[in-house]
């Protein structure tokens, strides 16, 4: 066999492990999206006062029984964001979003929607915001951690953005395409019944 046969044949198969993965990140992002919108129609607004804020395997994370029973095992080492926060007379850890885990402010009040145990957004923050420089007096360096949550965080942004969107579209009677589905619907209607009169 010649060594560019060989080659033909690496190059195919990488194509189709890399179609492969493609379509696998664009359902597991659909089914992401679906979930949050969901998230987001369920959520409540409520008024908290953060305590604490770190990034804790869920295991350690002090989360209720339930949720860790639903949870499959493979997620019980994985890092979240945990806030704990007073809620009116109770206090709760609480998974935090990734894209606003920055905004929330330690030892400060804040307005944030909420679904189940999980904060979605912060509306408006009471207190001052400490950041880590300020706490230690030093700047730190970013591993490389930090950055991969950097960059999650700016895709949750993303993410949330396009649910806005979409939020806005369906209001406004668009489809995902954007098409205004409503007045298609009103047209199709208009003819069926002047078709019915002719």
Known sequence: MHWWIIVLIVLAVLAILLFVLYRFGNKLQ????????????????????????????????????IVMEQAPKRYHKAKLPIVKAKIGSTIQNMICDDAIFDQVP????????????????????RGKKVTVEEETGKKKKKGFRSKM????????????????????????????????????????????ITDGLN
């Not at 992401?32 to 804020?53: F, G, H, N, R, V």
């Not at 679904?115 to 509306?123: E, R």
């Not at 993303?158 to 995902?176: F, H, I, M, P, S």
């Open 30 to 65: 659909e089914r992401q999206l679906s979930q949050k919108e969901q998230m987001m129609e369920a959520a409540q607004p409520a008024t908290m006062l953060i305590i604490d804020k770190k990034v804790l395997p869920m295991k350690d994370a002090g989360l209720p029984k």
């Open 106 to 125: 330690t030892k400060g009040e804040v307005k944030a929607m909420i679904s189940g145990i999980y904060i979605l957004s912060v509306k408006s923050v």
């Open 149 to 192: 949550r950097e960059r999650q965080a700016n895709y949750q942004r993303q993410l949330n953005d396009q649910l806005l969107a979409r939020k806005q579209n369906k209001e406004l009677g668009y489809d995902t395409k954007g098409n205004k589905e409503a007045s298609k619907k009103a047209k199709e209607r208009a003819k069926k």
